[in-house]
């Protein structure tokens, strides 16, 4: 079964649902959607997606139920999985009096005004009354100490009124879940999962209502510090998967001028890598171009693609693989289509191809340097990864390796191997992808 997760970062519902027979086609086995919850419809900024209004209707300036139930229908229909950004931590950060209740008195009004639209948007519920009140939310103020847990999980996020975990808002979001659930979603991810209580994860999502859906939260973090802090607390009393920074710190270190890629030869064994069967892995999380406090963290453009190719290309975790519509290039004009179609180029397709090809394949490592790396896959494929600036020539023992013709999925060069050795030439801050292709 296809793995590989296209986070389509906040694309039109009806732009998915277009997309979806060549989503399916390049070999994506799940979309990320944006966070469908009700939000601002005129809002064209992505960050409106994480501010949700009310749970009970599905709505906002990427489309209505109707447009989500059009492309789940579409992915669906090519076997593609749906898996939805839910956002429970916290509400939408309105200017209002009743800032407090919500949706609030206005928007209750425009419920009954716009009965017939409302009703044909709203997931569950009955919209003649408010889903949350004052007393559904902590009231100790902004996160002041972004280190420490109590903090970071009672206190509010930059202004967001952030819920309570009590037994209201634990049944509207069990609700929630219900109805999506109902309308097809295969799965979730969790937005800013490490400022969620474990109770209230345990109590929301581990549940007999989410037993076969794919569940995975966000814990962003850079170092090692902060893994101890919010990360590994979560992995060791939750059941759901993560996002796999470790591995994304690792590979910051590893790509660095002064770095080793010997790091990623098995990288889980040594704690710096999530295990695989609770590991989504990623080169660049939509956080990361489009929030300034981390953008430090991001990968070089060439670093990044290197990065793909060992993430596709090793065995281990549900890749996931970013785009966007440029989003971020606004305010970073470096950013210009860096992203955007990502999901289709050719260096994508050919990484989606060798990865579904040997998904589940033993890895082995056949030769390792601080400046490059090359490993097996099963007996039918090698990946050979070249971070330095120079042209380098490993012989490599290829015993155990299927003898016959490799194609290089990423360039197209073939290549005959016939013995039980063999000298790669791999050019400077390059990679290959080389897949048995016959006798």
């Given at each position: 079964m296809n793995d590989v997760i296209l986070h389509a970062f906040d694309w039109k519902y009806n732009d998915i649902a277009d997309n979806a027979?060549?989503?399916?086609?390049?070999?994506?086995?799940?979309?990320?959607?944006?966070?469908?919850?009700?939000?601002?419809?005129?809002?064209?900024?992505?960050?409106?997606?994480?501010?949700?209004?009310?749970?009970?209707?599905?709505r906002s300036h990427l489309g209505n139920k109707a447009d989500l139930e059009k492309?789940?229908?579409?992915?669906?229909?090519y076997g593609v999985r749906v898996?939805?950004?839910?956002?429970?931590?916290?509400?939408?950060?309105?200017?209002?009096?009743?800032?407090?209740?919500?949706?609030?008195?206005?928007?209750?009004?425009?419920?009954?005004?716009?009965?017939?639209?409302?009703?044909?948007?709203?997931l569950y519920g009955n919209l003649d009354e408010g889903l949350f009140s004052p007393w559904d939310f902590n009231s100790d103020g902004n996160i002041q100490n972004w280190m420490d847990a109590h903090e970071a999980t009672e206190h509010s996020l930059s202004g967001l009124p952030d819920l309570d975990l009590n037994q209201w808002v634990i049944e509207q979001q069990r609700q929630c879940l219900r109805a999506l659930n109902g309308m097809g979603m295969d799965g979730y991810r969790v937005d800013a999962v490490k400022h969620l209580p474990e109770e209230h994860l345990r109590n929301v999502f581990e549940t007999p209502d989410m037993a076969g859906k794919f569940l995975f939260g966000e814990a962003l973090t850079s170092n090692d510090n902060e893994e101890r802090v919010f990360l590994w607390p979560l992995f060791d009393n939750s059941y759901l998967s993560f996002y796999d920074f470790p591995l994304h710190e690792t590979l910051r270190r590893a790509f660095s001028p002064?770095?080793?890629?010997?790091?990623?030869?098995?990288?889980?064994?040594?704690?710096?890598?999530?295990p695989w069967w609770r590991a989504v892995t990623f080169s660049v999380t939509h956080d990361m171009p489009n929030n300034d406090g981390f953008r430090g963290v991001m990968l070089q453009p060439q670093d990044e693609y290197l990065a793909n190719v060992y993430l596709m290309g090793r065995d281990g975790g549900v890749p996931l693989v970013y785009s966007d519509n440029n989003q971020s290039a606004?305010?970073?004009?470096?950013?210009?289509?860096?992203?955007?179609?990502?999901?289709?180029?050719d260096d994508t397709a050919a990484m989606l191809r060798f990865h579904n090809a040997l998904h589940g394949?033993?890895?082995?490592?056949?030769?390792?340097?601080?400046?490059?790396?090359?490993?097996?896959?099963?007996?039918?494929?090698?990946?050979?990864?070249?971070?330095?600036?120079?042209?380098?020539?490993?012989?490599?023992f290829v015993d155990g390796v299927r003898h016959g013709s490799?194609?290089?999925?990423?360039?197209?060069?073939?290549?005959?191997?016939?013995?039980?050795?063999?000298?790669l030439a791999i050019p400077p801050r390059e990679a290959q992808m080389w897949l048995y292709s016959g006798e």
């Open positions: 027979g060549r989503i399916a086609g390049l070999g994506y086995g799940a979309v990320l959607i944006p966070p469908p919850l009700y939000s601002d419809e005129s809002g064209t900024e992505w960050w409106q997606r994480y501010q949700p209004k009310d749970y009970r209707i599905l492309m789940i229908a579409a992915l669906h229909g898996y939805a950004d839910i956002v429970f931590n916290h509400m939408a950060n309105e200017a209002r009096p009743d800032r407090l209740h919500f949706p609030g008195d206005a928007e209750l009004a425009r419920y009954q005004l716009e009965k017939g639209g409302f009703e044909r948007d709203r002064g770095g080793s890629m010997r790091e990623l030869v098995d990288p889980a064994s040594f704690g710096q890598a999530l606004g305010r970073y004009r470096e950013d210009r289509n860096r992203w955007a179609n990502s999901w289709c180029r394949q033993k890895q082995l490592s056949l030769y390792d340097d601080d400046g490059f790396l090359v490993f097996a896959r099963g007996e039918t494929g090698m990946v050979a990864i070249n971070k330095t600036g120079s042209w380098q020539y490993p012989a490599i490799y194609r290089c999925q990423i360039h197209g060069y073939r290549m005959q191997l016939d013995g039980g050795s063999i000298t």
